[in-house]
């Protein structure tokens, strides 16, 4: 059975840090994309920041670039976003999401239950 189980989240005020992980278990990731997806209240899910495998190839969605960072430990199945220069704005449940590729942006085949992330102002 995959499992993506995410940690990491906490509340934090405008301006600080966080890093979330996301621990996959069941099967080995390295082949495939990783990714982090997040909603906020009312709001639809949207995509965040994926990685490739092989090739470490990054995208990110233009709200975070230049403040949040995707990174791959494949030997421990992990992935993780480091949050940084944090806004009320990025409050939301972050998702780890995981799969074929093809789904990079949108969406791929594996989900995470989530972990909140909260910025005060």
């Known amino acids: 059975q995959v499992q993506l189980v995410e940690s990491g989240g906490g509340l934090v005020q405008a301006g600080g840090s966080l890093r979330l992980s996301c621990e996959a278990s069941?099967?080995?990731?390295?082949?495939?994309?990783m990714g982090w997806f997040r909603q906020a209240p009312g709001k639809e899910r949207e995509f965040v920041a994926a990685?490739?495998?092989?090739?470490?190839?990054?995208y990110y969605a233009d709200s975070v670039k230049g403040r949040f960072t995707i990174s791959r430990d494949n030997a421990k199945n992990t992935v993780y976003l480091q949050l940084n220069s944090l806004k009320p704005e990025d409050t939301a449940v972050y998702y780890c999401?995981?799969?074929?590729?093809?789904?990079?942006?949108?969406?791929?085949?594996?989900w995470g239950k989530g972990t909140l992330v909260t910025v005060s102002s």
């Open positions: 999401n995981a799969g074929n590729p093809q789904g990079l942006t949108s969406g791929m085949d594996y």
């Open positions: 069941g099967r080995t990731f390295s082949s495939y994309a």
């Open positions: 990685i490739r495998w092989p090739g470490r190839i990054t």
